[in-house]
Every structure is written in C-alpha cells, then in structure tokens.
C-alpha cells in the first residue's frame, strides 16, 4: 500500500498506518471554503515543498478543502490523457466569482489539457435542476468534457439547451451506481478518482452538508469500476466544527447550505467517518494501477 498523506487544515482525519500528516493549519482561514487564484497559487508552493512525487491517496479533511483536488490532479505525474471520476452529492461546477471554492473546481479540472473527462457521480442535490441552471459553468458541459451521474432530479432543461447528454440521470443512485459500471466497462484510460463522503446516505457516513443516497455497496462498485487504471486519489468530507474570521464566508456557506456541526455528536460521527476512511483506503489501494 502506498502511503497515505494527510493535509492536516483541520485535525479531523484519524490515525492511519504509515500515514505522512503535513501539517498546514495556519491555511486554514485562507483556504477554507474558498479562496483567490493568487492564494491557492502560494499554497501550492508551499504543498509542492512538502508533499512527495510518489504517495498514495490524499485526505483532505472537510468538504469545505475540496477544490484542493484541483492542485493535485496539476500534479499527477506523466503525459498521458486519463480521466477524473468525482464521487460527490453536489456538482461542484457552480459559478463562483472571487477565484475557486469547494463547488467551483470542477470546471477548472476539466479544462486541464490531460484530461480527457470529468464524471461526476453520485449527485442528488438541486445544484443541477433547472431552478438553479444558470449557476453551473456550461462550458465543459457543451464541450463533452463532463458529465453529471444523478438520482431523482429533474434535469430535463438541458436537453432543450442541446447537451442533455452530459446529464446521466436515473431514479435511485443504486441504478446509477450500475449503468456508471456498465459505461466503465469499455473504457482503459488511467483514472484520477475523488471521494466526498457527502454522496453518501447519513447511515454511511455523516457530514455537516446536504447528502446524497450513495450505499456504501454502490460507492464500492464505482471504485471497482475503474479496477486497475486509478493513479492517483484523495477523499475528503470529514465533518470538522469551524467558525470562520471571514464575513463573507460564513455568509456564503450558509447560501450553500452548509450547517455547523453539532459538538456533542461530533466524536461520534468523527469515529464513523474514520471508519469508513479505513474500508476506502482498503478498496482504493487494492484498485490503484
């Protein structure tokens, strides 16, 4: 198993053998939730001093850190083309004006000249419904450079907008979980996968985000999905208490529908969250290529 490496911007991932912890908890202010282009450039710096070429899967902590996938997928080393599978509840390819946040990066992975595509899987948040349309970026959408995999929501608008074949959607995410297997199937380009724990049902894992549906016995089929081909991955949606200093991001985390976790449970879900860290890690290891 290759070892696993911790972004410590929060102290909410458990112990894990032979883990590398790097610790960066002075960034937390600055990168939680959002930030400049300018300021994620300088702590890109600051990881690529500290974090090795080689290494297994990254835990990035909080959901609120999941554009940090964006750096690490500049990072995967080669020149091949590969593919970006995201397990998420939310699209995380929503507009965002003051540089890149947790629900921005997506659009920005698909633009990288090595990637071939973006999936999406898992989402059964509103974000994609057409009350809330104008709020993702198009673009990649239109270019067939991502996909969205979601259950029980009416995306019927993008057809009329002639790229309804970007949005894969399904009643259950049991049957999305299968027809994203069966579409894997006949495909052999390296993968880049990414976890966050919110696509999954509260009985799987619990965060301080709306959630999704995702079993852990689909969630597994997924990752098996791309059996062989994963060259890199991190997982991410630790439920972790914050009080942000930034007005404008405890504003917009609340628009987003981000609620503070309650500090009495909190051990509790931290425990079951580790729990499952440890069965991912498992499955993610004995998938990699």
């Known amino acids: 198993m290759r070892q696993p490496v911790v972004l410590d911007l929060d102290d909410s991932v458990g112990p894990l053998a032979g ?6 908890r002075e960034w937390e ?12 450039h300088r702590f890109c710096g600051t990881l690529a001093g500290v ?19 964006l750096p ?6 080669g020149a091949w083309r590969f593919q970006v599978v995201v397990i998420d509840n939310h699209p995380d390819n929503m507009r965002f004006p003051f540089g890149v ?28 419904g057409s009350r809330h349309a104008w709020e993702n970026y198009l673009a990649p959408l239109r270019a067939g450079k991502l996909t969205y995999w979601s259950a029980g929501v009416d995306v019927s608008w993008a057809a009329r907008f002639g790229f309804g074949a970007a949005f894969r959607s399904f009643t259950d995410t049991d049957a999305m979980a299968d027809a994203f297997v069966d579409a894997q199937q006949a495909q052999r380009e390296p993968v880049y996968l990414s976890i966050d724990k919110d696509a999954y ?8 985000w709306d959630q999704g549906t995702l079993s852990e016995a689909s969630g597994a089929a997924i990752v098996g999905a791309v059996r062989g081909r994963l060259i890199g991955s991190d997982i991410t949606g630790e439920i ?15 628009m987003d529908g981000q609620v503070e976790a309650d500090r009495y449970r909190l051990a509790e879900w931290q425990a079951q969250q580790h729990a499952l860290n440890l069965r991912l890690l498992g499955l993610i290891e004995g998938n990699r290529r």
Not at 72 to 77: A, G, N, Y
Not at 240 to 254: D, P
């Open 72 to 77: 690490l997928v500049q990072r995967v080393p």
């Open 201 to 208: 049902a509260p009985d799987v894992a619990t965060t301080n």
């Open 19 to 24: 883990r590398l912890v790097l610790p960066l």
């Open 101 to 128: 946040h947790c629900g921005s990066w997506v659009r920005r992975v698909a633009a990288l000249p090595r990637v071939s595509h973006v999936h999406v899987v898992g989402i059964t948040s509103g974000d994609i």
């Open 240 to 254: 972790s208490s914050y009080r942000y200093k930034t007005w404008w991001k405890r504003r917009l985390s609340a």
């Open 51 to 69: 974090l090795p070429r080689d290494h297994g899967t990254v835990f990035l902590g909080s959901g609120d850190f999941h554009h940090l996938t």
């Open 29 to 40: 202010e600055g990168i939680r939730f959002g930030c400049s282009l300018r300021r994620l």
